[in-house]
């Protein structure tokens, strides 16, 4: 490799549609490439990961619900005891948070807290926060569905983002047992079906990606008070004749580290939309949008080197990376990896 510097990743995906579990990759930092170095089908439809040192956590999004921990110091990932239940049905997200591990359970409409012991393993539920309400679109928002949960940048408070009620929950977690509370609730325009949220670098904003309707909700956010507050709503696919002749559906968001970009996947049109932000983040703007590589991109991530997009193309079932021009923002795509059902990409 020349002394390109080799990083690490991992890939999740649908084990029911033919994925092969969970992924371990090798990333050439320089020209962006993939390489599998093994997997672990071990866990049901390990659809979203999250990366703590050297250990890898998995949903198992199933109707039973569960959360998987991985060593990951080989070539391969290796369980670390049985999938610990989550206590809530179809966990589509999880995020660690300081000793536990929190999982968005979207069915049930609840976060599920987990303890996680000094070895990185996963103790039973500790505490559960669940979502209520419902929304205008009777097939998608008869419940809530929540779909994310991520700590803010201060560390402070955890964000809950709920397609099913058109709200983010900003809550808490109890000091000694991790259980979380609520704190307050941000309702969104009824019926856009927020998924996704990404703040910016400075942690003066977010950006909630909707799902239900192609647009993204830029948001203040106050981290003294955890306080999220809309600003303004932007479509993050193009308008007039260049617009998608179906349905358009966003999966995620990223915010690239200098602030000046964000990135979103949308499933159906199949692109990657490029959205420039103003100065002090307080706005976004659609200034491109160029094909995912592939078919229903699940997931979008930047990679390492903050040079490459990785877009999880679910349908296609592939992995495509893409160079990022730095003064543009445009990702122009530089190299694709086989894997069927692919659902989520993580580096560290």
Known sequence: MGGTRIGRGFVGSFTSAGGRGV??????????????????????????????????????????????????????????????????AGPTHLAVVGGHVLTANYTSGSVSCLPRAADGTLR?????????????????????????????????????????TDSVTIGVLDPVTGAPTPHGIT???????????????????????NELEPTLTVCRWDAEAGVLTPLGETAVVPEGPAAPTGPAYP?????????????????GADTLAVLALEEDGAGARLVASVPCGGHWPRDLTLGPSGRHLYAANERSG?????????????????????LPAASCVVFG
């Open 23 to 88: 992924v371990a990759v090798e990333v050439e930092e320089g020209s962006g490439a993939l390489t599998v170095t093994g997997a672990s089908d071990d866990v049901a439809d390990p659809s979203f990961l999250a990366l703590d040192g050297d250990v890898l956590y998995a949903v198992s999004e199933t109707d039973a619900g569960a959360v998987a921990a991985f060593d990951v110091t080989g070539p391969a990932p290796r369980p670390l005891g049985a999938p610990v239940p989550v206590d809530g």
């Open 124 to 164: 039973p539920v500790a505490g559960q926060l669940r979502h209520e309400g419902s929304g205008p679109v009777a097939d998608r928002q008869g419940g809530p569905h929540a779909h994310q949960v991520l700590p803010d940048p201060s560390g402070r408070w955890v964000l809950a983002v709920d397609l099913g």
């Open 187 to 209: 309702a969104l325009r009824p019926g856009t079906g927020p998924r996704h949220l990404a703040f910016h670098p400075a942690g003066t904003h977010a950006y909630v990606l």
């Open 251 to 267: 999966s995620e968001v990223v915010a690239a580290p200098d602030g000046r970009f964000l990135w979103a996947a949308v499933r």
């Open 318 to 338: 592939d992995v495509t990376w893409f160079t990022v021009d730095a003064e543009t923002g445009v990702p122009s795509r530089a190299g694709s990896l086989p």
